[in-house]
């Protein structure tokens, strides 16, 4: 489609065109009832408006419409591209606004039907301060200090966000209990579970973080010494034949 000219409000065309106009362009500096504009000027059409007056920033121009001293230029290549750029930006915005998804539901130890039973689960409390529920009770052996294990384990914070699980990674956590290699109160609520057990840890600041994790992106970041939340599951432990 060929485009001779364009009549309209200049004012308005200008402000909406100006933040758009292509690097690299020869422009002419205007002065439209008082508001100064930026009009791009390679292959140049005229638009009728209002003028006050014009200073050029290029060397030709074709002139045309109602002013006969000033005038002010637009050109149609820009304005074609203006509309197509607004077309394929708006059209983008909405497909990216409809492609959100619902949040990817985590692994967990214990799913909503666990989290109903837990509340009826009596609330057991150690010397230490660590607290823990059952969510099952294993039928296997308890771990002997110095013993390697492997458990898997959901971290949450008090919220309930979890910071760090095995599950997403898709192995269990192997290491030696009773050795200090795991917080205080993770060593301590293991020791007493049976292979096959699970396990709701409710562990106090003094035994959980002394320094606090950093946040990973997406996870939460853990104060030092504040409370947190494991749900273990006592897998297997290496070398130990079940009694």
């Known amino acids: 489609m060929s485009l001779q000219s364009i009549?309209?409000?200049?004012?308005?065309?200008?402000?909406?065109?100006?933040?758009?106009?292509?690097?690299?362009?020869r422009v002419a500096r205007t002065s439209i009832n008082g508001h100064h504009q930026i009009v791009h000027t390679?292959?140049?059409?005229?638009?009728e408006g209002n003028?006050?007056?014009?200073?050029?920033?290029?060397?030709a121009f074709f002139r045309r419409g109602k002013c006969n001293d000033?005038?002010?230029?637009?050109?149609?290549?820009?304005?074609?591209?203006?509309?197509?750029?607004?077309?394929?930006?708006?059209?983008?915005?909405?497909?990216?606004?409809?492609?959100?998804?619902?949040?990817e539901e985590k692994p967990k130890?214990?799913?909503?039907?666990?989290?109903?039973?837990?509340?009826?689960?009596?609330m057991m409390t150690t010397e230490s301060g660590l607290q823990y529920k059952d969510i099952k009770v294993g039928e296997g052996?308890?771990?002997?200090?110095?013993?390697?294990v492997a458990a898997n384990y959901v971290a949450m914070v008090p919220s309930g966000q979890i910071f760090d699980s095995s599950l997403e990674k898709g192995l269990p956590y192997i290491f030696r209990v009773g050795s200090g290699q795991v917080i205080k109160g993770l060593d301590e609520g293991?020791?007493?579970?049976?292979?096959?057990?699970?396990?709701?840890?409710?562990?106090?600041?003094s035994?959980?973080?002394?320094?606090?994790?950093?946040?990973?992106?997406?996870?939460p970041r853990v104060a030092p010494n504040s409370p947190v939340t494991f749900d273990v599951s006592l897998e297997y432990i290496p070398g130990l034949e079940d009694e």
């Not at 003028?51 to 060397?59: E, I, P, Q, R, T």
């Not at 989290?115 to 689960?121: G, H, M, P, R, T």
């Not at 052996?141 to 390697?148: A, K, T, V």
């Open 190 to 205: 293991i020791l007493s579970m049976k292979v096959g057990g699970k396990r709701r840890l409710y562990i106090p600041g």
């Open 70 to 103: 000033e005038i002010s230029l637009l050109s149609r290549r820009n304005v074609i591209s203006l509309i197509f750029g607004s077309l394929a930006f708006d059209f983008g915005s909405s497909r990216v606004i409809g492609a959100g998804l619902p949040p």
């Open 207 to 219: 035994l959980a973080f002394p320094k606090g994790l950093n946040s990973a992106p997406g996870r």
């Open 42 to 47: 390679n292959k140049l059409i005229s638009f």
């Open 141 to 148: 052996p308890s771990p002997p200090i110095g013993f390697q």
């Open 7 to 25: 009549t309209m409000s200049s004012s308005s065309l200008l402000s909406w065109a100006h933040p758009l106009l292509p690097f690299g362009s």
């Open 109 to 122: 130890i214990c799913d909503d039907a666990c989290e109903k039973e837990l509340e009826n689960v009596p």
């Open 51 to 59: 003028c006050s007056d014009v200073n050029l920033g290029c060397k």
